[in-house]
Every structure is written in structure tokens, then in C-alpha cells.
């Protein structure tokens, strides 16, 4: 079975070559013929801009962290009307997950992303394993929606789709490949979809299974050889290092076009700019048949639109390929929202037009025109209550009354409960993301700094804006499966870190419970570590067993103290992309009301010891 957890093993025998590379024909070369693809991938539901922060040139000696509006599906659909225009031969293609993210998502099913995607009208989407968070039947109501445009219907792939028998996705809603013409050419496009990610931490219907990748594939790649179709692009949605593991496995594939690990590629030149591509655009490697395979994928969350150029021989094989992802901007450069002065915007925009892979530009208008009711219903509803707070929850960064500076409620600054086992809030939020890791694939426990959690909740009504005023970063779930002994000493890590001033280290935990002595030694700090079990019951914690954590991404890549997640990786990380904000909120809609957990919940069970006088001025000068 080919799966993800056979890609990271092969990833090191791999032989890559990157980008800007032609091959030397095997026969004289005939009638060439050059095909540009404009992609996207993991747009999540991503559809307005946001703030995000470069490293530019305002004049200065050295480079410095500038904000800008960056991507937005607006501008997604502005830059690939702009690149089609200058290139004859031109598809369009979606690599999977437009769904689940924000609150366009939450509120809206799927219509928002809909008819943002059809100001495109992509020539074909892979259905992505978030395509079926929510059955088959949110599926199927979603492609009513892509499909109730006049004149746009995208096909949606998947070659390794096999549905229920009681499914509404039965007969041939989901293809498993699509032939377009380009002048005159036949080209086929072939979609496959993460058979490992779908089944275990999505919720197609029971029955609705997905077939190995490998074998899908190559059978239609084989159908549509024996139709005469000598172009074939896989449009894929199971990882970068997986495509490159799949190409070579493949006879008869000419380009992938990849999704589901929301892999930048670029050149090197974009460290400069603070962003970190992991591979040249686009990558090569060769299929089983000897021959050029180009692999492109581009990054997420409406950021990036990819240009790809392929050049093929009469044959249909691939002679050469380039292009770059488009990294799109918008031009209100500032520094914590104070514009840049004109003298630094002239050097900003100097700094800019030396490279190719950063673009500026506005957004469509008419993406934004249908856009717009959009935005509006989801300010109205964040405005309204979703629940209601009747017992205040406090704010701590981490147990004690030197914690309490974090309280901006002033009952919570002298309450004795929060002293003894942190914060309410911080506590709750772990619980709400062990549900919903429960709910998506399966989870022990679930980790959270207590910084990453950013205010109280007061008595009274609770709002969608509350919530994300709580949880206010662009922070997703990822599952880690560890050793209990690991996370005892990530546990520990954080604890160092909170005694070295860091404050906002200090761990929460669902369904793991502890005792803090601050004046052990290192690595002696936690002890009487109990679990919940499956049954209900707190027991003792085996360290030499192996559990399944759900932490946000900003922990699992190791920040923050928490050292010992960067070191998981391979098939025992597994980044979910659930926004960690929508998480909380789809548990404070179901809940009337918000209160505290019972204190056998609570992590911190007992807190004792003072630390050292060097330690307490850290504390002291603690920064939210």
C-alpha cells in the first residue's frame, strides 16, 4: 500500500535535479508544443488577505521586517487573468482543500469558496483530503455549489476514489481523470487524493474508501495512452515528498502538480526576503521510464499563484520546464500600521523589481465584488453570541500569583484557583483541541503554551470575534506520536523556559495531569504524571508507551521552548491544517454555556517551590 507512511523513508534515494533544466532528446525533436499551468492549492477557505511580514530594502543599511496585505482570492484570481494573457497554451488547476479553515468555511459550507473559485473557473480541482471533513454528503453539496454556475463547471478528480455504495458521490460526479484540448493537443489530467489522510483523519462516509495511489494512477494513466493522449499531468494531493517518491514509480507522467503539504518552492534568493522555500520551482526527477517528470507545488492559503512553462517533442515527452511561484502582495507597506515614508517606499519598491517571484498587485474586482456579501454576513456574525461565559474564565500564562499580571480582569488577579492551577481559559482551549484532534483521526492528549492564549473571557455572552480575540494567530493542529518519556522531557523543556523568563512557555495539557516543584533540579520538576484513559480514568503515565499529541504548529516546530517536537518528523507528524482559532469555536458552539473545567482536569495539579532570586526578577520582567 502506498502510503504516507512509506514516503519519508524513500525521500532520501531520491535523485533531484532542479529547476531551469532541459533533456536531451532521445529522436529529432518535431513539432514542439508549449503548455503553461497556472496552479493553486490548500487555499483553506483563505479568502481574504492578511498582514503578513518581509524582509525589504526601505534604505537602511541592513534589511528590515516590513507589513504588507498578502494574498487573498481575490488577488489569486487578478494574477492568473494577468499571467494567462501573456501565455497562449494555458490550464488552470486546483490541487485540493479549498475547504475548512476560517469562518467562510464554518458559516458558509463551502458557497463562499465556490464562487470565489469560480471567478477563475479552474480546468480541473483533486479533491483534497478536507474535502470530506464532513461526509460525503457535504461533498456532494459543494459541488452543486462549484457547479451552479452558468457556464463553469470544473471537473473534480480523484483516481483512487472509490465511494459507498449508499453514497450521494455515486456515479461520475468524481472523475478519475478528464482529457482537455489545448490547440489542438490532447492533454490528460489525472487527480489523486491521500488515501492515509482521508481515511484516518477525515470522515468520508462509512464505506468510501481510497484505493492505493500508485496503482490508481498508473492504470489511467495507461486508459488514456491507449486513447492516444500523450500529455499527462497528475494533479496531486498527497504531499511533495510523496510526488517525488510517486514519479518515479510512474511510466508515463509528465508534470505534477501537488498539493497537501503546502510546500513553497522557489529559489533560494527568497531567504532574503524571509521566506523559506524548500526546493527550486519546479523540481525534476525521472519516471520509471527514464523519463523528465516536472513537480511543482505552491505554498497555501491563497498566497501563491505557480507559473509552470512545459515544453513537449512530438512524442509527448517533456524537453523542457520553468517558471516560479508568484508570491502576491499588496502595496501597503508599513511598519505595525504606520506607512512607509516615500524615500523607503521608493527603496521597497527598487528592492522588488529585481526579482521575479514576489508580485504586487490589486485585487480583482470583480473577486471582490463577490466577495463582498460575504465579508459583510461574517462581520455580522461575529458580532453575535455563540455561547455564554457564566463563570469568569481567568487568564494565566502559568500558575502562581506572579501570573496574574496576565489577567485584565480584576477578579481573576486574586483568585486563589487560578494561583494554585493556572488559567481557566488556557486549560479550556487544550480541551477543546484534544476534541476536535478526537474527532479528526484520533488523539491522547492535547499541548498548549499558556502565551499562546491571549485574554480572558468575562461573564455574559460570547462572540465569534471574542474568540478569535482569545486565540488570535494563524496557528493549525498537528498530531504528533511520541513517546511518553519525550513528552515528560518536552513537558520539563517548557517548564526551563518559564523559569528563563519566557512566561508564555508554560505548558497546558487535555487528559495529562502533573505536580510542579519550581526548586528541583532540571528534569525533576514534573512529577505524579497521571493520564486519562479511554474509559475515563485518571491512571499512571507510561513513558514507555507511545501516545498521539495534538499541539498547534508554532510548538511542534519546536518554538517556544519545546524542543524536543522539532525532532518528530516523517510519518510521525502529521499537520492537519485545522485552524487552531475554528477549533475553540466550533467547541464553544456546542456548549450553552462556557465554564471551567472541573479541577481534576487541570493539568497543574499541585504547584510548589519558589525559584531562585535571579529567576524571580526573570518573572517579574515577564512580557505578554
Not at 198 to 217: C, I, K, W
Not at 441 to 463: K, S
Not at 501 to 508: A, E
Not at 514 to 525: F, G, H, P, T
Request: glycine share 8%.
Amino acid at each position: 500500500m502506498f502510503s504516507k507512511r512509506s514516503f519519508y523513508s524513500f525521500f532520501s534515494s531520491l535523485a533531484i535535479v532542479w529547476s531551469g533544466f532541459s533533456f536531451a532528446a532521445t529522436e529529432p525533436v518535431a513539432e514542439p508544443y508549449e503548455l503553461t499551468i497556472l496552479h493553486i492549492n490548500d487555499h483553506h477557505s483563505n479568502l481574504d488577505d492578511y498582514q503578513a511580514s518581509l524582509l525589504l530594502q526601505t534604505g537602511k543599511e541592513q534589511r528590515e521586517s516590513v507589513s504588507v496585505s498578502m494574498g487573498g482570492f481575490a488577488r489569486v484570481t487578478a494574477a492568473i487573468e494577468k499571467l494567462a494573457q501573456k501565455n497562449r497554451n494555458t490550464l488552470t488547476l486546483h490541487a485540493g482543500d479549498a475547504v475548512t479553515g476560517t469562518l467562510y468555511h464554518t458559516l458558509f459550507a463551502g458557497q463562499a469558496d465556490a464562487d470565489l473559485m469560480n471567478t477563475v473557473c479552474f480546468d480541473a480541482m483533486v479533491l483534497g483530503n478536507h474535502e470530506f471533513d464532513s461526509g460525503d454528503l457535504a461533498l456532494f453539496n459543494f459541488t452543486e455549489m462549484l457547479w451552479q454556475h452558468p457556464t463553469c463547471k470544473t471537473p473534480l478528480l480523484s483516481a483512487n476514489f472509490i465511494p459507498g455504495l449508499p453514497s450521494p458521490l455515486q456515479g461520475k460526479r468524481i472523475r478519475p481523470s478528464v482529457i482537455l484540448e489545448r490547440d489542438g493537443h490532447k492533454i490528460g489530467i489525472i487527480g489523486v487524493t491521500t488515501a492515509y489522510s482521508t481515511q484516518n483523519a477525515s470522515r468520508p462516509d462509512p464505506g468510501t474508501v481510497f484505493d492505493n495511489e500508485l496503482e490508481s494512477v498508473q492504470s489511467e494513466i495507461d486508459r488514456l495512452t491507449g486513447l492516444q493522449v500523450n500529455k499527462i499531468i497528475l494533479l496531486s494531493h498527497i504531499g511533495y515528498m510523496a510526488d517525488l517518491q510517486l514519479a518515479q514509480q510512474l511510466s508515463g507522467v509528465d508534470v505534477i502538480v501537488g498539493g497537501h503539504s503546502h510546500t513553497l518552492l522557489g529559489s533560494q534568493h527568497l531567504s532574503d526576503y524571509g521566506l523559506t522555500a524548500s526546493g527550486r520551482y519546479p523540481a525534476q526527477t525521472n519516471d520509471a521510464s527514464k523519463q523528465p517528470v516536472c513537480i511543482v507545488q505552491a505554498w497555501q492559503y491563497s498566497a501563491v499563484v505557480g507559473e509552470l512553462q512545459v515544453r513537449f517533442d512530438s512524442n509527448g515527452n517533456v524537453t523542457h520546464c520553468n517558471g516560479q511561484p508568484h508570491i502576491l502582495i499588496g502595496h501597503d507597506f508599513n511598519r505595525r500600521g504606520t506607512p512607509l515614508n516615500a524615500t523607503e517606499l521608493a527603496a521597497v519598491q527598487a528592492d522588488l523589481a529585481g526579482q521575479k517571484e514576489i508580485m504586487q498587485l490589486e485585487p480583482s474586482v470583480k473577486a471582490t465584488h463577490m466577495l463582498e456579501p460575504y465579508q459583510k454576513k461574517l462581520a455580522d456574525f461575529a458580532s453575535k453570541p455563540i455561547s455564554t461565559v457564566t463563570q469568569e474564565l481567568c487568564s494565566r500564562r502559568f500558575p502562581g500569583i506572579l501570573g496574574a499580571s496576565n489577567s485584565k480582569l480584576e477578579g481573576c488577579s486574586h483568585q486563589a484557583h487560578p494561583n494554585t492551577h493556572g488559567g481557566d481559559i488556557q486549560q479550556l482551549v487544550a480541551h477543546a483541541f484534544l476534541m476536535q484532534g478526537k474527532h479528526f483521526g484520533g488523539a491522547d492528549f492535547a499541548i498548549q503554551n499558556g502565551g499562546g492564549v491571549r485574554t480572558d473571557l468575562a461573564n455574559g455572552p460570547v462572540t465569534v470575534g471574542d474568540i478569535y480575540t482569545v486565540l488570535p494567530f494563524r496557528n493549525t493542529l498537528v498530531r504528533l506520536t511520541i513517546k511518553g518519556s519525550d513528552i515528560k522531557k518536552v513537558l520539563e523543556e517548557a517548564i526551563d523556559s518559564v523559569l528563563a523568563g519566557n512566561t508564555g512557555s508554560y505548558p497546558y495539557a487535555a487528559a495529562l495531569r502533573w505536580n510542579v516543584d519550581l526548586s528541583a533540579q532540571k528534569y525533576e520538576r514534573l512529577s505524579g504524571l497521571q493520564m486519562k484513559n479511554t474509559e475515563g480514568s485518571w491512571v499512571s503515565f507510561d513513558p514507555d508507551a507511545t501516545y498521539q499529541v495534538i499541539a498547534i504548529d508554532f510548538l511542534a516546530d519546536g518554538k517556544d521552548g519545546y524542543h524536543t517536537f522539532a525532532d518528530i518528523s516523517g510519518e510521525q507528524r502529521e499537520d492537519t491544517f485545522l485552524a487552531y482559532a475554528d477549533a475553540f469555536l466550533k467547541f464553544a458552539q456546542s456548549q450553552e454555556e462556557l465554564k471551567r473545567l472541573p479541577e481534576s482536569e487541570y493539568s497543574t495539579q499541585a504547584l510548589t517551590g519558589s525559584p531562585s532570586v535571579g529567576k524571580m526578577l526573570n518573572f517579574l520582567q515577564q512580557k505578554p
